[in-house]
């Protein structure tokens, strides 16, 4: 609560003073609480996101050190945001957030690969103590004279850019705010909340544990196509806090192609294809499932079976669809190689996934949506066995394991009450969480709050 009060402190008086700019706040599809420049260099803004979720007991024949309890819970969990920003000439910028996580998740996110608030940090012992989640400066070099409009964000300042453009950002951030990005479904805060519906969950990409790293993202953009190269660093060891910054041992290669072909006139088309190589130091499916098998483990252990340098790549598929001006359509194709542990993200290797929002103009509420979602994550042989035969990762471990594939369902109710005030019931259902046949399927309602300051 105290970081709360220190980030409305530090709002309240700039955000008020921007105050001329009412009238074209009002016009902006996601309004937000206070009023904010679109010419004044600096940017001083926050967020808010607290999500309930519950379930009620479902059917488990057994249950192991890493499964999704079967007796009823509830859980909160909340993320607070201050975006700082200054733009320093009219293509640079330089960023500044700072961040507070806390509360848990059900289950303290463990039993789902696709677990179901992606606000939920991993590891519950770094406690809600504010830290720095950005740290950046971006970059744009003209390529052409003509421009076009863009839309100020807290993550971008600029409002107008190069329709061709090389751009160039350095820093600490989240890779997901560049790769892999969905309009309809990637955005926790007014969109979906599972796992893999804001991410594909097979794109293992590199962050800490609160989803964040070191990188630097260069992109190339055109009329109708644009390229993306980011190189990243990994985790010391799998869902760690601690970066590795030798790049000669670990790292992440990210490249993203993007197409906006017109394939219906007047109707927006995207499609993204994603690549990926991790450098890390992971373990061997294979090698912990041996160790068990000839006796020399008592049992299957990733984190005993880790080399520096071995390589986890992958590949993804990202498109969506303007089917009226009113509904979107979106889905991801991921697939990555399976036979090296999990390290950054879930513990997916195959992951499907289609859905679509609805605004609710038609009866004249622009800022409310209905969206809903299906996906199908699954994993490799490999990684079946090893947690066949009792062994753990990061997320999952039910001591045993009758596979079938983690499908879920997701939709919600994006409300809008006031200004930058949403409110979001929301349910998900998931079969064979943890891919268990054994166990489930569970449903779990839940409720978001959420502010634009």
Known sequence: MLFSVVVLSCLAAPLWGQAQD???????????VFPHSETARWWVS??????????????????????????????????????????????TEALFDLESAGGRGISDALGMAGFTNVDVVRNPTLGSKPYLARLMVHQVFALSAKEEDAERTPTSLLTKLPERRFELRAGKMSVADYLDVNSVGSDSHLQFLNWTAVNNGAYDYAADTRGYTVAVIAEYHDHDWSARFGEALMPKVANGPQLDFDLFRARSENIELEFRPELEKGKKTTIRLLSFINHA?????????????????????????RKQGRIKYGFGLNAEQEITKTARMFGRLGWNEGQNESFAYTEVDQAVEIGADWRLDRWRRSNDKVGIA???????????????????GFLLGDGRLTYGREDIIETYYNTHLWRGVYFSPELQWAAHPGYNKDRGPVVVPGLRLHVEL
């Not at 009412?22 to 937000?32: I, L, R, V």
């Not at 373990?283 to 252990?301: I, K, M, N, R, W």
């Open 22 to 32: 009412s009238d074209t706040q009002a016009e902006k599809s996601e309004p937000t």
């Open 46 to 91: 926050g967020q808010v996101n607290i999500v309930f979720q519950a379930h009620p007991d479902f059917h488990a024949l057994y249950s192991g050190p890493n499964s999704l309890s079967a007796r009823a819970e509830h859980a909160t969990s909340r993320v607070l945001t201050l975006y700082t920003g200054y733009q320093l000439g009219k293509h």
């Open 281 to 305: 130091n992971m373990g061997s499916y294979h090698e912990a499932v041996q160790a068990f098998l000839s006796g020399t483990d008592p049992q299957p252990d990733i984190t005993a079976h």
């Open 374 to 392: 299906f996906i199908s994550n699954g994993i490799s042989r490999l990684h079946q066995l090893y947690l066949a035969l009792g062994g753990n």
